[in-house]
């Protein structure tokens, strides 16, 4: 079992940044991809960012590539994966959910593959 809860939402002007972090028990964190979905009111959920099991792969959706970056830390029981968000959109503004899958990694992320969710965390740009 794997619990993941965000933080680091907030409110934002455009342009500006904000980092997420998702924070996981148990002990077998590194062993599970990592990634951050997003759910705009009235849309579906939709893919961000992934990072692999091992770290070494990430991949992102067109429409934040070289603008968001995420990473993970799994060194010291920190067990922690980040959305680094960088100019920001008003487009941007969503709940932004991280989630799990058993060795994940590579260019596919897809919402109903994960194993594990987190509530989820707001983020508002404001034009």
């Given at each position: 079992q794997v619990q993941l809860v965000e933080s680091?939402?907030?409110?934002v002007q455009a342009g500006?940044?904000?980092r997420l972090s998702c924070a996981a028990s148990g002990r077998t964190f590194s062993?599970?991809?990592?990634?951050w979905f997003r759910q705009a009111p009235g849309k579906e959920r939709e893919f961000v960012g992934g990072i692999g099991w091992s770290g070494g792969s990430t991949a992102?959706?067109?429409?934040v590539k070289g603008r968001f970056n995420i990473s993970r830390d799994n060194a010291n029981a920190k067990n922690t994966v980040y959305?680094?968000?960088n100019s920001l959109k008003p487009e941007?503004?969503?709940?932004y959910y991280c989630a799990a899958r058993w060795k994940a990694y590579g260019r596919q992320w897809y919402a109903h593959d994960m194993?594990?969710?987190g509530k989820g965390t707001l983020?508002?740009?404001?034009?």
């Open positions: 680091g939402g907030g409110l500006g940044s904000l062993s599970f991809g990592m990634g992102y959706a067109d429409s959305l680094q968000m941007d503004t969503a709940v194993d594990y969710w983020v508002t740009v404001s034009s």
